[in-house]
């Protein structure tokens, strides 16, 4: 008996899905352990002085960032474009602006300020128990991040 013989000669039209599924909307917790994973990775490959990583970081990070308000405009009450853009944005152009220098010491300060904009945000929209600081350790044993 063939599977496929059902399929063959037959006129009739799919039948309709009755309930489909409804389009995938990531929780903002899911989005932001992205950026707490691009975070850190970027602090790994800036402290080691590998610039074109570091900048893809900082690019996956920015992207993270960005695509938040698509999905959650607000979070608790809070505008989180208007968080995301008065915050976050300064703080991404600052480590840009450090990686240029190819100086880890510039880049290493802007890191601080990327943490410390993270940390007010996570305050401005009510979640001050969200603290995000220097990785100390690597939890990515299974990347380089030397040059």
Request: aromatic share 8%; with cysteine; proline share 8%.
């Amino acid at each position: 008996m063939s599977l496929l013989a059902g399929c063959t000669g037959g006129t009739s039209a799919p039948a309709p899905v009755a309930d489909a599924v409804p389009a995938y909307v990531p929780h903002l917790g899911e989005m932001m352990n992205g950026v707490q994973v691009h975070h850190a990775k970027l602090y790994w490959a800036g402290a080691a002085g590998n610039w074109e990583l570091a900048d893809f970081c900082l690019e996956e990070l920015t992207e993270d960032l960005e695509k938040i308000p698509a999905y959650h405009p607000t979070h608790g009450g809070a505008d989180l474009d208007r968080y995301l853009q008065a915050l976050m944005t300064p703080a991404l152009d600052t480590v840009s602006v450090a990686l240029k220098t190819t100086s880890i010491p510039r880049f290493e300060a802007a890191y601080g300020v990327l943490t410390q904009a993270c940390n007010n945000c996570h305050r401005a929209t009510g979640h001050p128990y969200l603290v995000m600081q220097k990785p100390a350790v690597n939890n990515f044993p299974n990347q380089t991040f030397t040059p």
